[in-house]
Structures are given as C-alpha cells and as structure tokens.
C-alpha cells in the first residue's frame, strides 16, 4: 500500500511538472524569439537615434537654432528678470509695511 501510494505521487509531480512547463514553454519563447537576426528592433519599430523616427538630438538643436539665444542673453535677461522681481518684491514689502502701521495708528486712534 505504501508503494502504491509513492508511485501515486510521482505520478501527479510528474503530471503537474510537465504540465508547468507545458504552460511556460510558449512565453519563454515568446519573449526569447528574435527571428531578424541581428536587428533588436521589431518591424514596427525604429532606433530614434540612427533610425527614420525624430531624434532628440535634432529637436533640442531645433529648438535652440529657433530660439536665437545666445549664453550672454540668456544670463542678461535672468539677471534683468531676477532685478525686477526683487524690485516687485520690495514694492510689495514696503506697502504692506505702510499698510500695517496705517492700520496700527487706526487701532490706536479707535483705542
């Protein structure tokens, strides 16, 4: 009985085993087929770098050739931008200064 019972259960390890691998085998090759021989790109797809698609490298050299900006403008206009919003800021600070002491004196007055 006991023999009978371990042949039993190789029986059903050997059933679910293969039948694991049976199950597995297509995804594994799925993911493993490269029938193009060397090429690491699907047919649909392209190297963005060297391939037809846009390259990156195109689009950000587009994008500075269009802009026209210069390193000595561009640090010319932050430091123009940076001076007046420090200026705003100062603005803002002082009539709110004023506005606090104007409201002081009313409360004094009222007091």
Do not use: C, W
Request: net charge neutral; hydrophobic share 30%; proline share 3%.
């Amino acid at each position: 009985m006991y023999l009978f019972t371990m042949q039993k259960y190789k029986l059903i390890s050997l059933v679910l085993s293969s039948s694991f691998l049976l199950l597995i085998t297509p995804k594994i090759e799925a993911q493993t087929n490269n029938s193009s021989g060397n090429n690491p790109f699907q047919n649909n797809e392209q190297n963005s770098l060297y391939g037809d698609s846009f390259n990156p490298m195109d689009l950000i050299h587009n994008a500075n050739r269009i802009n026209r900006l210069n390193s000595a403008d561009f640090v010319n206009n932050s430091d123009r931008k940076i001076d007046q919003e420090a200026q705003n800021f100062r603005q803002q600070q002082q009539q709110r200064i004023l506005e606090m002491r104007q409201q002081k004196q009313t409360e004094e007055e009222i007091n």
